[in-house]
T-cell receptor, first 115, second 114 residues
Framework: GQQLNQSPQSMFIQEGEDVSMNCTSS?????WLWYKQDPGEGPVLLIA?????ELTSNGRLTAQFGITRKDSFLNISASIPSDVGIYFC???????????????FGQGTILTVHP | DTAVSQTPKYLVTQMGNDKSIKCEQNLGHDTMYWYKQDSKKFLKIMFS???????INETVPNRFSPKSPDKAHLNLHINSLELGDSAVYFC?????????????FGSGTQLSVL
């Protein structure tokens, strides 16, 4: 089946630093999503990308849909302690959405921010 | 109001028991899911229901039986629990045509089988 390789697996940074993480796939996805999971909670959607090359921002977060449709990137600028959590990329082969849950998730990036 | 709510939050039980997890969404979505998150935090789809009909069943043992009495509810019943079933189970929902990938997750049920 389709697999997503997400890296890095974990990051330890100082407050104020910028963060980058990425996801790569062996096959094409037509929708890329980035989620954040806080401890004891379910994942929450941060950014959705629907078009190759698309660059979308949500506050200090910026994500890009790779031009090859096989990768995506998430950047967090000027990190703060509440950015702590697990960040997941997810991809769907269907354009425009999840299409009954055919979402493949990356392994997650655990982010720790030191004050 | 919680959009996707699942109960219980924690479930500790003995091997061999049967247990259920309930899920309800008040978002008016037509599609609901069950995901399993293992100890390494990997999220894997188990089931997907659209308008109460099973759409996805991802090689899950038949000890797991989802039931969707209506579009707003998707419950998960597990028979003869095994140690390997210990994980966090997430319910989620989305709208299949207008949702554009916006899947909403519940806060999870941490299942511990002893």
């Amino acid at each position: 089946g389709q697999q997503l390789n997400q890296s890095p697996q974990s990051m330890f940074i100082q407050e104020g630093e910028d963060v980058s993480m990425n996801c790569t796939s062996s096959s094409i996805f037509n929708t890329w999503l980035w989620y954040k999971q806080d401890p004891g909670e379910g994942p929450v959607l941060l950014i959705a990308l629907y078009k190759a090359g698309e660059l979308t921002s949500n506050g200090r977060l910026t994500a890009q849909f790779g031009i090859t449709r096989k990768d995506s990137f998430l950047n967090i600028s000027a990190s703060i302690p509440s950015d702590v959590g697990i960040y997941f990329c997810a991809g769907s082969p269907n354009a425009g959405g999840t299409s009954y849950g055919k979402l493949t998730f990356g392994q997650g990036t655990i982010l720790t921010v030191h004050p | 109001d919680t959009a996707v709510s699942q109960t219980p939050k924690y479930l500790v039980t003995q091997m061999g028991n049967d247990k259920s997890i309930k899920c309800e969404q008040n978002l008016g979505h037509d599609t609901m899911y069950w995901y399993k998150q293992d100890s390494k935090k990997f999220l894997k789809i188990m089931f997907s229901y659209n308008n109460k009909e099973l759409i996805i069943n991802e090689t899950v043992p038949n000890r797991f039986s989802p039931k969707s009495p209506d579009k707003a509810h998707l419950n998960l019943h597990i028979n003869s629990l095994e140690l390997g079933d210990s994980a966090v189970y997430f319910c989620a929902s989305s709208h299949s045509t207008t949702g554009r990938g916006h899947m909403f997750f519940g806060s999870g049920t941490q299942l511990s089988v002893l």
